[in-house]
């Protein structure tokens, strides 16, 4: 499997369409990120492990270099990247640091007299592990403490040799292969350890942060943790490449499912002919909602892809665009648990046809489990989606940020709330206004309520922000999720209304409002508790959701 | 792999407990059921594709014997296949008829002058699908339209020779490997076609429908479907078999991920020791309903163990056990995909580690993936469980047990339910008894509403009684899960109850609290829309929940 995913690899980046993608990467042509953002859908379609080593040697490891170093660095190792002269791979994770991953423990020393860097492994823990490509890439980009004089200045990002061009080894380097896992059998992950390699000065990838000649550390961000967030920033579009990977496992279980279930027969009235099973009220019930959603998850991370190209088009660093990071996030964590729901549906739906890994189903979910927890488990990114949001709020309280935000949030926001509540009635629950103002009205609650939670805790029980925060876990996800929710039943409705073809538009709408009913049907408790809905309402809602 | 799951059945199927069990089952002691079906789930832990390998030989082919059989099938068949004489496999799903087994399509026609069955595969949908061992096994349990004087008498079970010792096919039968699924890769699953095959009489399983040397059909019972729901009656047992084969699954996924999240540390207050991640609330809050689902589906499925063995010790048909029925076939849909859920959280909260093949937890999820589905697709069986519920009352009303039935139930009720109607005050949510009363009455404003529906659609609005019952189904499974929900949660109580260790019983008297909590959380909506409950008490049955 793995000797034919390199084939497929290598055949892959040859093809002109990507050789250009690559390139447009290369020179930031106007909308390159979208437009590899699609192809990086597609080909998962065709095959998911091609699909994913495509992204680790050209979204993480090429990523790495185009937003981690200069223009030099560019220049000298992504052309020979594009002419796939060798290959790269991606060693952030450390046994020891999976999520938390500020606090790897790979170490950089800064050699003055050599002018190099030397690269070491300093304990079990500090093993990079899953690692993609360890079994075949010939450089790793490496995150490692950065350390000058015996100090260190926070992970930074170093190309790293790891075997030739014949596959060897290279002194100092062990890869351990670490075989079997659930799916993508195609891609080789494997543990890096590193005892004392050396490279140059150079290789240290120095956007944010370089050493001179004479061992001076230089960043223009002061802050050790602000910098280390710019860096992880810059790799904000490999992290919306899984959501778009993510919709291609959807798109194409859903297909195969819904497809399948147009085709099978099984029971049916009495003496007569069998009934397709799309006409069990169960199957469309269980299926519909995931294309409603697959639908909506595509024009929500279009929109993010799009300010995704603006921002890289006008030179902005994306550590500065903290709605689009919380967005990506989101949008991560959102398709990716998505997605398993949805595939575990199309496989219940088909069957014993389902578990066969020829009709592809459970081969998509096999290969897609992981993204629930790679690239950033989901549970972390929907905090880091709350601390995003956090923060559009208090750039101006650069000094005391959670304090002085949650004094500000505690305050605002009454009023405008009050004033979004929507006087419904009986026959409005099926508007997509109501819908909208709906979800809207959730998110805000949510995160006053979630605002006033740790206030309290902090400010007046003086508890620890950690343990605080930690408390209210379950409220940030919950808040999280919903902000996301907003976000993509939004873009669906701009979507829709967008739409040049009356036909497509009016089928659009159909499945824009099954969304965003399914969206208010499954937290129709919360707005019970709040009254938002009256029993009534809600289980108008619920038949709503039935047709 | 299957060459390895083949050598660890043979194993296994020698140890001394096993072949008690065995010996047991062929000789009906008191309580075989249970001690087999805790042999099984304790099997499963140790590897899942010997488990149900070991359950297709003995559960399945053997159950055939020992429930469709005649006492002199028993002795000819069973005490060679205990002796691993020969192995055996179970042939009822077919291309066409997977749900629907009644309109199966393979042939047994009797002829006369030859005093033998020719069993045929007439076309492409007859052909015998999934068939496990049907690469090694010798004898098929082969159910067929039994064809008399060109007349069917409905599907009944025949033993089929396949191929001999040395593992060549017999003439006529086609055996097509059908290679790769989503897990259980040591279980052999193959396609049956039969090209005429020849067999004695005697190798009809005549229990509950025999025919003479002069081809003279007799059973007890006269009606068609009511013969076959009989023998598929007799299979019972095998299916709770699968609850506890899920069973075993959960109990090893909880375990392997709440011990790994107690030594796993990420994350924690400035400049400390990161915590460990069984401290993160989501944490908590994702594995511990699973482990209190469980244990609470520990105590319901032993429970339904207990009367079968009653009913098989006391002679009794199984057919006529309707509630044990609902009990068993709900118990299959509920548990496994309880299971499904449970391990997809172990597998999420493992991060990486839960993607590795070594560690278990996917592997196990591949494994038993199927469950969902084989056995008795989940959404037909909690048909079956409505069904067998409506059966209950019907049993008077044979002539014309729907209409009648409906009658009656439309009737009746409506004083009963209301006297049960809680008249609780804040401090009661956390109460067992609120939650017992709380299940109680969604099951049964649930039944009668469902009743009411199909009356007015069948009687009323004189639709045909499938798309009458289609149009429900939504409704039918969530009174399925409702009735599931409320057995299991009184089964956890009582086993509370009868706790011999004090200390032991506290801890399980919290976790029967966390269950039934969870049972009541996850519907408040429903519970709401009827105010059943107020909005405070929701609000606090979701802090409840949360501790």
New interface residues.
Partial sequence: MRALTFQRVTFTMGLPLLKRAIQEQAEKTKNFISRSLVIGEVLSTADMATGVKCGIIYWLFGGAIRNLGSPGHVTKWLQPLQEQKYSGMFAM?ERG????VR?IQTEATFDLSAQEFVINTPCENAEK??IGNAMYGNYAAVFAQLIINGRSQGPHCFIVPVRDEDGNLYPGVTAID?????GLHGVDNGILIFDKVRIPRENLLDKFGSVTPEGQYHSRIKNKSARFNAMLAALTPSRLAVTFQAMGAMKLGLTIAIRYSHSRR?????AKE??KII????QT?RLMPHLATALALTFASRYAGVLLDEDVFHGKELVDSRPLQALVAGLKAYSTWEN?RCL?DC??CT??M?????NRI??L??DT??F???EG???VLLQVVVRELLAQYTKQYEERPITSLLQSWAESGGDKLRTSFLAFNMDTVGNLTFLLKAVNFRERVLQRSLVARIHYKVMTKKE????AW?????HV?SLSLAHIHRVTLEQFSLAVRRCPDQEDQALLMKFCLLYGTRLVFQE??WY????YLT?RA??RI?TQG?C
């Fill in positions: 994770t640091h999976g999520s938390n606090g592990m899953y670490m075989m079997y896992k659930e099984q029971f049916g009235p009495k069998e009934v006409e069990h009220q169960t019930l398993i575990q496989r219940e069957g014993g389902g578990y066969m890994m020829e459970s081969g979910k096999c489990d992981v629930v927890t790679f488990d989901n549970v620890d922000f950690f343990s930690n408390s209210c876990l379950h996800a129709r408790a019970l508790e709040h009254k029993p809600s289980m619920r039935r």
